[in-house]
């Protein structure tokens, strides 16, 4: 079974992440919205760079975690392949602190696919399914 997935809206482009446990389906979350950018097989974890973000519940701590992947990847002109997530709830507060790791942006080198501009709340949904987690929304292209 895939950690993640892609699926076709009318304008834009969906992701869902899966996991055993609700930091690997953010981790795999992530790896969609970069696959949607760029080819990951070509993308050699050389850094890591430290991410964190807070949000009232699942589904803003999902679009508040690709949001600020989406803005470091712009800011230090990087692409990612490979993110390790850990969230805890402090109070009524989650708490996510990250890592992605991933490479300088070469055009020359890097098979570019489609620009992200944002991740939304169009059809969000954070749920445990069975015995997996499922962290899906749409993307701003």
């Known amino acids: 079974m895939s950690s993640y997935e892609l699926f076709e809206t009318t304008a834009d482009v969906g992701v869902r992440g899966f996991g055993s446990t609700l930091e690997e ?4 979350a992530a790896k969609a919205m970069f696959s949607v950018m760029v080819d990951l097989s070509g993308v050699k974890e050389e850094r890591e760079v430290e991410v964190s973000c807070e ?3 699942e ?4 679009v508040e975690w690709l949001n600020e992947l989406l803005a470091l990847s ?3 002109k990087m692409v990612f392949s490979s ?4 969230i805890d709830r402090e109070d ?7 890592v992605a ?6 055009p020359g080198r890097h098979n570019l696919k489609t620009e992200v501009k944002a991740a939304t ?3 969000i949904k954070v749920v445990k399914e069975g015995d997996r987690y499922v962290a899906q929304l749409i993307l701003d292209i």
């Open 25 to 28: 389906a953010f981790e795999n």
């Open 55 to 57: 949000a009232f519940d």
């Open 59 to 62: 589904e803003g701590l999902l």
């Open 74 to 76: 712009s800011i230090e």
């Open 83 to 86: 993110f390790e997530v850990k």
């Open 92 to 98: 009524d507060v989650l708490k996510l602190k990250g």
């Open 101 to 106: 790791r991933g490479e300088k942006l070469d």
């Open 121 to 123: 709340y169009s059809m």
